[in-house]
């Protein structure tokens, strides 16, 4: 029987090529409905080649271009927040696939949860900000996040089949484009050199937040959620070739890791078929192609961010929330040359500093403390203008 999926995000890398898996595998899924914040041209040519049921741009803005796209085709369109989380508590969607980016994946997944959805999980920021409520809510229903993240996705296969308990987990982290750029250098960084990343290729905010590390700050935060370890037993290695993922040490020292090219085709498919694996023969490793993999310590004066996140981590509450509202507003300014690359890590501490700390948050103190540290953000950013 075909999976039925929901695909937030469709527009971006994550749903574009998670839709190139759905059209290598026709006998296994089928798209119900596509999400994107503003493509409504890619979403529109998306809808039409897998004849999906209904869509949804978030950008009220460009909903009639939507529509008018689609006049021709049985296709229900729709717009606003209000609408994503509709479309994926139908009843005629198995999977939602969350690639949305930022603080609006958080509502999505928790519409999914009440449904009782199986979730493939790329959006990071659902389990940064509100992982305490939305692992909770999971596990009173019974319901199941794949990680998609290549980090966590790692994790996960290493994990298979383990019934000891692990010492540590170990994230690898390219280092981001500017891995090789002088600490003094970085406030003079512009977008455009922070935007080209060696490894992967990510819409542009996820790669300024590989640039500042705040991504894989995320991703501890991430891992603490998914897997239910302690910040004190999460590493970060630095590991520029990016073919290891992430490993697993367990307690007799043995570490497991999960290597590959940097694509995220195999995360994708593998939390999609998981506990099955996706038949993709074009797909080759060539270790003489990378007969040298390197490891090294992130350093932490250069980016500060990354004991941000771990701090965050440990406070729990409403901090790291304030984490990623700031972040998201700081990136977003950046992009436009409306403040330099070292703000961003710059307001995060200002705003941490300046946020009200609720310590065990329901939905509502979520959205507040969302609202006060873009607040926050704009205020900092105002006064280095």
């Known amino acids: ?78 717009t606003g927040s209000d609408a994503i989380c509709g479309v994926v508590q139908s009843g005629e969607v198995d999977v939602v696939v969350n690639a949305l980016v930022g603080y609006a994946g958080l509502h999505p997944t928790i519409a999914a949860i009440e449904a009782g959805k199986k979730i493939a999980l790329a959006n990071k920021e659902t389990l940064v900000v509100g992982g305490a409520l939305v692992m909770r809510m999971a596990a009173e229903r019974g319901v199941p996040i794949l990680p998609i993240d290549s980090e966590h996705s790692a994790i996960f296969q290493c994990l298979v089949g383990e019934r000891s308990p692990l010492r540590r987990l170990i994230v690898t982290c390219s280092g981001g484009a500017l891995r090789d750029v002088p600490m003094e250098q970085l406030k003079d960084v512009t977008p455009e050199q922070a935007l080209k990343h060696p ?52 307690e007799d ?50 980016y500060p961010a990354l004991d941000i996140a771990y701090d965050c981590m440990r406070r729990g509450g409403t901090a790291a929330c304030v984490m990623n509202g700031t972040n998201e507003v700081a990136v977003a300014a950046f992009l436009q040359h ?38 926050l953000a704009a205020e900092y950013l105002k006064l280095n203008k």
């Open 253 to 302: 020292g043995a570490i497991k890791a999960q290597l590959g090219t940097p694509d995220m085709h195999m995360p994708i498919s593998y939390a999609l078929l998981f506990p099955h694996r996706a038949s993709r023969p074009e797909e080759r490793f060539d270790f003489l192609a990378h007969p040298t993999l390197t490891f090294a310590e992130p350093d932490r004066v250069k």
């Open 338 to 375: 409306q403040c330099r690359f070292t703000d961003i890590t710059a307001s995060i501490e200002y705003a941490l500093e300046r946020a009200t700390f609720v310590a065990n948050p329901t939905l509502a103190d979520y959205e507040a403390s969302n609202e006060e540290s873009r607040a």
């Open 199 to 250: 490894q992967w290729s990510m819409g542009a905010k996820i790669t300024i937040d590989s640039a500042t590390l705040v991504n894989k700050g995320f991703e501890v935060i991430e891992a603490h959620w998914l897997f239910g370890v302690d910040a004190d037993r999460i590493s970060v290695l630095i590991h520029p070739q990016s073919i290891v993922h992430s490993m697993v040490e367990f």
């Open 1 to 78: 029987m075909k999976q039925r999926l929901s695909i937030l995000g469709s527009t971006g890398s994550i749903g574009v090529q998670t839709l190139d898996i759905v059209a290598e595998n026709p006998s296994l899924f089928e798209v119900n409905s596509l999400v994107a914040h503003r493509n409504w041209e890619l979403l529109a040519r998306q809808a039409i080649e897998f004849d999906v049921d209904s869509v949804v741009i978030a950008d009220e803005s460009k909903y009639e271009l939507l529509k008018e796209a689609l006049a021709a085709y049985p296709i229900k369109v729709y």
